[in-house]
């Protein structure tokens, strides 16, 4: 059975964090990793990203050093001036937009730089890779705010607990 996205789903995710924290803590990885490509495609056969685009609205990418190169070669801009004009360093030490939403968003929820966009994006919400389970925090973070990420921990779960017969 296949977990429904609903208007709903915002309060459940966050209902669900400690639920999604324990899973990815205990979950066989091997078993995982294998259900990701289904569940990935699955869930993006219902979510337009088009229609939210909370990542590009609230959160930042880090832009790496071939990212910025790529971009401001794209953009026609000295790297130095791409930075200055649209970066700074987060706590981390990465380069991150400096302020949200992010400006290559149009007002349409198109990015302006889509075909040159940062790796983070390209792979964003990660939940077609061992990120999902690698960086925890991350995905519970985007758990909060990516219809995607909670359909994918909502079926991961969903199976989880059929095999176990919860």
């Known amino acids: 059975m296949q977990i429904p996205i609903n208007d709903n789903w915002k309060k459940k995710a966050a209902a669900n964090q400690k639920q999604y924290g324990?899973?990815?803590k205990q979950a066989d990885k091997n078993k995982v990793l294998k259900q990701l490509p289904d569940l990935h495609e699955e869930a993006f056969s219902h979510i337009d990203c088009l229609q939210c685009a909370a990542c590009?609205?609230?959160?930042?990418?880090?832009?790496?050093?071939?990212?910025?190169?790529?971009i401001s070669k794209h953009l026609r801009m000295k790297?130095?001036?791409?930075?200055?004009?649209?970066?700074?360093?987060?706590?981390?030490?990465?380069y991150v937009v400096k302020s949200t939403p992010c400006p290559f968003l149009g007002d349409d929820n198109f990015c302006s730089i889509y075909d040159e966009r940062p790796s983070d994006c390209e792979r964003f919400p990660y939940t077609d890779e061992d990120v999902?389970?690698?960086?925890?925090?991350?995905?519970?973070?985007?758990?909060?705010?990516?219809?995607?990420?909670?359909?994918?921990?909502?079926?991961?779960i969903q199976q989880a607990e059929n095999k176990t017969g919860k």
Do not use: W
Not at 132 to 156: D, G, I
């Open 132 to 156: 999902l389970l690698k960086r925890p925090q991350l995905t519970l973070k985007n758990a909060s705010f990516c219809p995607a990420v909670y359909h994918v921990m909502e079926n991961l």
């Open 22 to 24: 324990r899973f990815l």
């Open 56 to 70: 590009c609205k609230n959160y930042s990418p880090r832009f790496k050093t071939p990212d910025i190169k790529r």
């Open 79 to 94: 790297e130095s001036v791409f930075i200055e004009t649209y970066l700074r360093l987060d706590e981390e030490g990465d």
